[in-house]
């Protein structure tokens, strides 16, 4: 079922391509939905069959690829990828349906989602360090072509500027896989067989600093964040809601796989610099947010500050604080996907998002009164008013960092206070007061145009209200992934002496 994820996607990629015009031209987004939506029903299958209490890899799918480079085909799942693997394929099926009708090059466009889909399902079951940065290297790919070719009036420049900081992201990645296993003694990259233990504190420690840099700009972390705004303002709004909803969270996801796993010693070493660093990213996304007058640049530099608190979570591994990284990643994943949604509805009838032009667009005669409301409600739960999953999320990190790091946790909520700041400003001037002369008797929305951010809204207050039904999955891996850690990394740093003194009579 796990290699269905993978190849279902890229049979769905093919058939696309080879169908002839009259057939694709009847109902274009009708096969990619097909297939998007079947990978989707999959993923659920899988959740349904999930064991939680079990905390070692489920499904798993394993045989020998290539001998001599120590390559496995080697998929599996636990409580940490199930839920992303479900948003990736939730987001996927919005991002197609939500696509242009009329859009350019369909054939091309639809095919590049797919593999697109395909390359992030592979990244989250890979259980082999090749086969990881294979599919993570695959994903880039689509997601250039999806820019650069479908993107605003600077689509080269961001789709270029991406291309490289995706690029150095990779060799620095590979570099670091490498190291792992080659000084560790390692025969192969798989996952179970990796015995990092033998490594000195100082080798882990720049073999953790290539992962940390190599992921910081995927997720992305001060200052290796600038790729990010501009990849968002000129990408279409489906590039968007994926690239803010999924592809970020492969970087937090492999900080926690590869980087907090492998390398316990180093990352206990580094937790202190690693939680002033999610500080920094927190406070600077939001401040950098307050400054915009670009509704869609200010929800990318939301993002940069949101991903900081996963880092803050993981810098303290803590079992509280590991559950809300990944409740937090899947939080993140529906609201900014929910406001990018908002925010392309709102630029596709008004022809702007600029905050001096559109104001009043709550107004129930002539402006957008359901959008409005579903962008109130989106950004009260990425502020994290209760009831709302960004609320529980952020309160399960916080609560849990607080023992650990309390100063940092403490600057880290006064981001959110912040974050209600900036979003308070995007919606006091372009949802109330009189409406704009610019945007006068706006087109009508319809309900299939607003139905994805629907789903997405009753997903967040759904998840708000009865949290359990997420942290189910993933409570039980994420308590044993701390506990090893912590384990590993007290035998590694605590030496026993040798010759214990005799106590004195």
């Not at 994805?452 to 359990?468: D, E, H, N, R, W």
């Not at 409570?475 to 590993?488: F, K, R, Y």
């Given at each position: 079922?796990?290699?269905?994820?993978?190849?279902?996607?890229?049979?769905?990629?093919?058939?696309?391509?080879?169908?002839?015009?009259?057939?694709?031209?009847?109902?274009?987004?009708?096969?990619?939905?097909f297939?998007?939506?079947?990978?989707?029903?999959?993923?659920?299958?899988?959740?349904?069959?999930?064991?939680?209490?079990?905390?070692s890899?489920?499904?798993?799918?394993?045989?020998?690829?290539?001998?001599?480079?120590?390559?496995?085909?080697?998929?599996?799942?636990?409580g940490?990828?199930?839920?992303?693997?479900?948003?990736?394929?939730?987001?996927?099926?919005?991002?197609?349906?939500?696509?242009?009708?009329?859009?350019?090059?369909?054939?091309?466009?639809?095919s590049?989602?797919?593999?697109?889909?395909?390359?992030?399902?592979?990244?989250?079951?890979?259980?082999?360090?090749l086969?990881?940065?294979?599919?993570?290297?695959?994903?880039?790919?689509?997601?250039?072509?999806?820019?650069?070719?479908?993107?605003?009036?600077?689509?080269?420049?961001?789709?270029?500027?991406?291309?490289?900081?995706?690029?150095?992201?990779?060799?620095?990645?590979?570099?670091?896989?490498?190291?792992?296993?080659?000084?560790?003694?390692?025969?192969?990259?798989?996952?179970?067989?990796?015995?990092?233990?033998?490594?000195?504190?100082?080798?882990?420690?720049?073999?953790?600093?290539?992962?940390?840099?190599?992921?910081?700009?995927?997720?992305?972390?001060?200052?290796?964040?600038?790729?990010?705004?501009?990849?968002?303002?000129?990408?279409?709004?489906?590039?968007?809601?994926?690239?803010?909803?999924?592809?970020l969270?492969?970087?937090?996801?492999?900080?926690?796989?590869?980087?907090?796993?492998?390398?316990?010693?180093?990352?206990?070493?580094?937790?202190?610099?690693?939680?002033?660093?999610?500080?920094?990213?927190?406070?600077?996304?939001?401040?950098?947010?307050?400054?915009?007058?670009?509704?869609?640049?200010?929800?990318?530099?939301?993002?940069?500050?949101?991903?900081?608190?996963?880092?803050?979570?993981?810098?303290?591994?803590?079992?509280?604080?590991?559950?809300?990284?990944?409740?937090?990643m899947?939080?993140?994943?529906?609201?900014?996907?929910?406001?990018?949604?908002?925010?392309?509805?709102?630029?596709?009838?008004?022809?702007?998002?600029?905050?001096?032009?559109?104001?009043?667009?709550?107004?129930?005669?002539?402006?957008?009164?359901?959008?409005?409301?579903?962008?109130?409600?989106?950004?009260?739960?990425?502020?994290?008013?209760?009831?709302?999953?960004?609320?529980?999320?952020?309160?399960?990190?916080?609560?849990?960092?607080?023992?650990?790091?309390?100063?940092?946790?403490?600057?880290?909520?006064?981001?959110?206070?912040?974050?209600?700041?900036?979003?308070?400003?995007?919606?006091?001037?372009?949802?109330?007061?009189r409406?704009?002369?610019?945007?006068?008797?706006?087109?009508?929305?319809?309900?299939?145009?607003?139905s994805?951010?629907?789903?997405?809204?009753?997903?967040?207050?759904?998840?708000?209200?009865?949290?359990?039904w997420?942290?189910?999955?993933?409570?039980?891996?994420?308590?044993?992934?701390?506990?090893?850690?912590?384990?590993?990394?007290?035998?590694?740093l605590?030496?026993?002496?040798?010759?214990?003194?005799?106590?004195?009579p």
């Open positions: 079922m796990l290699s269905a994820l993978i190849f279902l996607p890229l049979l769905g990629a093919a058939l696309i391509a080879l169908l002839p015009s009259g057939v694709f031209a009847k109902s274009p987004r009708g096969i990619p939905l297939f998007g939506i079947i990978s989707l029903l999959l993923t659920l299958v899988l959740a349904i069959q999930f064991n939680p209490s079990e905390v890899q489920q499904f798993a799918e394993s045989f020998a690829w290539i001998d001599a480079l120590g390559l496995n085909y080697h998929l599996g799942i636990d940490l990828s199930l839920p992303l693997l479900i948003l990736n394929g939730l987001l996927t099926c919005i991002a197609i349906y939500s696509s242009d009708k009329a859009i350019g090059r369909p054939r091309l466009y639809y590049l989602l797919l593999l697109l889909n395909a390359g992030v399902a592979g990244a989250f079951v890979a259980q082999d360090l086969l990881f940065f294979l599919f993570y290297e695959i994903e880039l790919i689509p997601l250039y072509l999806l820019i650069a070719i479908w993107g605003g009036e600077r689509r080269g420049y961001a789709a270029t500027k991406f291309l490289i900081y995706t690029a150095v992201s990779g060799i620095l990645i590979l570099a670091s896989f490498l190291g792992l296993v080659w000084l560790s003694g390692g025969k192969s990259f798989a996952l179970s067989t990796l015995n990092t233990s033998s490594l000195s504190l100082e080798v882990q420690i720049v073999l953790l600093l290539g992962l940390l840099i190599g992921f910081g700009i995927k997720i992305p972390l001060v200052p290796f964040h600038t790729w990010l705004p501009d990849a968002h303002v000129e990408a279409s709004t489906p590039i968007s809601v994926l690239l803010a909803g999924v592809l969270k492969l970087g937090t996801y492999g900080l926690l796989r590869f980087g907090m796993n492998l390398l316990p010693e180093a990352w206990s070493y580094a937790a202190p610099f690693l939680a002033t660093w999610a500080v920094v990213s927190v406070l600077f996304g939001a401040s950098c947010a307050i400054a915009q007058k670009d509704m869609k640049k200010m929800v990318a530099y939301s993002s940069i500050g949101h991903m900081g608190y996963i880092l803050l979570g993981a810098a303290a591994a803590t079992p509280l604080s590991l559950l809300g990284t990944v409740m937090q899947v939080s993140h994943g529906l609201i900014s996907a929910m406001l990018f949604l908002l925010v392309g509805i709102v630029y596709k009838k008004a022809g702007s998002r600029d905050l001096d032009i559109i104001r009043g667009l709550l107004n129930p005669e002539r402006g957008m009164p359901v959008i409005g409301s579903l962008m109130v409600l989106a950004v009260m739960a990425s502020a994290g008013i209760p009831g709302l999953i960004g609320f529980i999320a952020e309160f399960i990190v916080f609560r849990g960092s607080f023992s650990t790091f309390p100063v940092q946790t403490l600057l880290c909520m006064a981001g959110t206070g912040l974050t209600a700041v900036y979003f308070l400003l995007l919606t006091n001037r372009a949802f109330f007061g409406l704009s002369p610019q945007v006068i008797n706006l087109p009508r929305v319809s309900w299939a145009e607003r994805p951010a629907v789903i997405l809204a009753l997903l967040i207050v759904l998840f708000g209200i009865q949290p359990s997420l942290a189910r999955w993933t409570e039980p891996t994420t308590t044993a992934m701390v506990s090893t850690h912590n384990a590993v990394a007290t035998v590694s605590v030496k026993p002496k040798e010759n214990p003194p005799t106590p004195k």
